[in-house]
T-cell receptor, first 110, second 114 residues
Framework: RKEVEQDPGPFNVPEGATVAFNCTYS??????FFWYRQDCRKEPKLLMS???SGNEDGRFTAQLNRASQYISLLIRDSKLSDSATYLC???????????FGAGTQVVVTP | AAGVIQSPRHLIKEKRETATLKCYPI?????VYWYQQGPGQDPQFLIS???????DKGSIPDRFSAQQFSDYHSELNMSSLELGDSALYFC?????????????FGPGTRLTVT
């Protein structure tokens, strides 16, 4: 069982719609949480860090629920350029070794 | 803004050959990480260095070694290459301060072993 679990999707989303998805992590001692996006076997790109209080960056909102050990990402007003694989990532210690989920594929359609 | 630089971008080697991958972190970043991403898989952590010292080790084969130099660039040395080593190798860098270690990835080196 992976330490970070994600629904692989795909989530097919009409342009302009809202999409949300979660991931769960098994290590309760995990310290840092991130969402990355990855396009077509290119490098993972940091989308946002996820804080306990929740945070928003433009059309993207991330939430962390430590009690239930899940992280969520919500994308509002989806754009065609949001089509990508979204990777849920956690670190277990202060040295920052990243543990990746398998990714959630989002396909935004015209 | 300057990003992580990796070279070469593509590399083709034969079985049992050696390969050296290079990584130049974002200026002023003090920590370098190496990840391997096989086809259809998520990135797997290999090894990391902080201030030129190994800080953590993951699923790195004994055939591989790595180091970080005085200018903070890092090299991943791979020997006795096997077909299963064919993958994307990413380097990431971060600045170890504060609570959150945000890692920024380079474009990767695509290694093909034939």
């Amino acid at each position: 069982r992976k330490e970070v679990e994600q629904d692989p999707g795909p989530f097919n989303v009409p342009e302009g719609a809202t999409v949300a998805f979660n991931c769960t992590y098994s290590n309760s001692a995990s310290q840092s949480f991130f969402w990355y996006r990855q396009d077509c076997r290119k490098e993972p790109k940091l989308l946002m860090s996820v804080y306990s209080s929740g945070n928003e960056d433009g059309r993207f909102t991330a939430q962390l629920n430590r009690a239930s050990q899940y992280i969520s990402l919500l994308i509002r007003d989806s754009k065609l350029s949001d089509s990508a694989t979204y990777l849920c990532v956690v670190t277990g210690d202060s040295w920052g070794k990243l543990q990746f989920g398998a990714g959630t594929q989002v396909v935004v359609t015209p | 803004a300057a990003g992580v630089i990796q070279s070469p971008r593509h590399l083709i080697k034969e079985k049992r050959e050696t390969a050296t991958l290079k990584c130049y972190p974002i200026p002023r970043h003090d920590t370098v990480y190496w990840y391997q991403q096989g086809p259809g898989q998520d990135p797997q952590f290999l090894i990391s260095f902080y201030e030129k010292m190994q800080s953590d080790k993951g699923s790195i084969p004994d055939r591989f070694s790595a180091q970080q130099f005085s200018d903070y660039h890092s090299e991943l040395n791979m020997s006795s290459l096997e077909l299963g080593d064919s993958a994307l190798y990413f380097c990431a860098s971060s600045l170890k301060q504060g609570r959150v270690l945000e890692q920024y990835f380079g474009p990767g080196t695509r290694l093909t072993v034939t």
